[in-house]
């Protein structure tokens, strides 16, 4: 599409520019009220390449205090679509720069392709460092693109072939579930562990610069990162371990649907997707991830649920419990504020989720048009963002209903929950014996410890699959009951596991282990012993390392 770069005058007295399309759509480079304020957003950036490419400059406002710090060593390349913004560069903002300089704009591409790999190759093999201006990238992001690529393909060296045990690996860490066990598990199978803390990257422009640096300092023989956390919404993540050749390994340990909304497009051929619910796996599969496995939830020993091996220090306090929230509508109300939400769409809400909660194997995300037509509900929407929350909506409602349902029937034997005391007031009233939240890495272990029987209840997200209940309570010493879902008997054998089918099955088996102590404590026992020969966390990275 023909593009023309023009300049005006900004509120400030500035100059600032702006792209206008043949289709007559405008984008702006810079702020049409003070563009020499950008500068302050590149205020923390760190120079550390040896070859440092600015990939889109404009009129180079964000550029302005930064250059200032930039390293003698480095040598640069300045790329921008319009050659009227390359040579203001030229003789503008790096007049005065002593550091080598090649100067790319899409006019002279064709002529000057063969100088800029040569100027590639004069510059000391070392680090690269990519520099982008989010607003010129947004407007011609494929052009920048290719000339990012052909650069790194010339200026970085080979990737050695990867040692038969990985030596290294570099997670992505912000206290999100499982990446602290993760970590600990690298660690235990003598692959250490390199954090990028992803939360305190400040924006788009930090969290590229240091993501591309740790890669080349540390050189970690793969990524680890749980539900696609840290894939940023330019799709950088992806591009930048492509770029230097590190294998991406992405754990689902939820729905995956509504993390692909966002995530599909930043798929590289050679990602590795691992799903804790095997009835996903396909949906990954099409999803373009080149090697896809099942990969079940675990128990981290060296964590507070797994850290009483022998059981109880005391005898348990509490006949009957459930630890989990209430999922009640405080919390799905974060759901629908992601779609198109309307009051008209509860009865469609309370039908399928009705569906889901007696048939798990129901498939919610397919069936909503022909259900809403169904009811004579029309649907403001028919596009895939909005179709997924409501179906994330629509399970999350059915998951709440089972939770009501087995927890309320179990309130005549004095049921106590544990965490989220208002959500289950909210739902029985304040006579329903009710515990404070609970600190899952710190608390778990003695909150299970004190319940004699602790019941499992499964997400509906999950037709297969189990939850972490299952490990961590045997490992806490304690006794559990789970719903049967079909993954436990893969895990474990029979003498190992105690489940229910119906609410009238769980109240009999009930009474049943609160008379049999012995009982209980040989299921936990033998539970026990399969989780630690089979069901750590250590044990879930010697099968990521086995896919590598």
Known sequence: MQASLQLFTASSGKLSARVAFENKTVRHLHSTVMPEAEADLYDTLQWYGDLIVLAGVGLGWHLRKALVRLPAHSSCIVIDYFEECAKHARESLFARVPNRVFFLSAGNIDNSMNALLSFVDSVTAGSLQIVKHPASFDCFGDFYQAQLDAIARRYLPPRPRPATTPKKALTFFGDFFLEQEVSRALAANAVEPVLFHYKKRTNGIDFETTLSRLIQEEKPDFILSINMKAFDGNGETGRIASRFSVPLVVWFVDDPRPILLTGRNHINPGTIGLCWEKE????????????????????????????????????????????????????????????????????????????????????????????????????????????TWLGAYIIHHASMKRRKAIVGALLPRKIETFGDPLGWKEIFGETVATHSDIDYRHDIASVYQSIAINVNITSCQMPTAVNQRVFDIPMAGSFVISDNQKDLHQLFDQPEIATYETIDDLQEKIGYYLENEPERRKITGLAQKRILGEHTYAHRIRKIISLL
């Open 280 to 387: 996903y796996c396909s949906l990954l599969r099409g999803a373009g991830f080149s090697k896809v496995e099942y990969l079940p939830l675990a128990c981290d020993p060296a964590q507070g649920a797994g850290a009483s091996r022998a059981g109880p220090q005391t005898r348990p306090v509490t006949p009957l419990g459930f630890v989990g929230t209430s999922m009640v509508d405080r919390y799905a109300g974060k759901i629908r504020d992601k779609f198109l939400w309307s009051d008209g769409l509860f009865p469609l809400v309370e039908a399928m989720s009705n569906e889901l909660c007696s048939d798990p194997t129901f498939q919610v995300y397919g069936s909503i048009p022909d259900h809403a037509k169904r009811l004579g509900i029309e649907l403001a929407f028919s596009d895939e963002r909005n179709l």
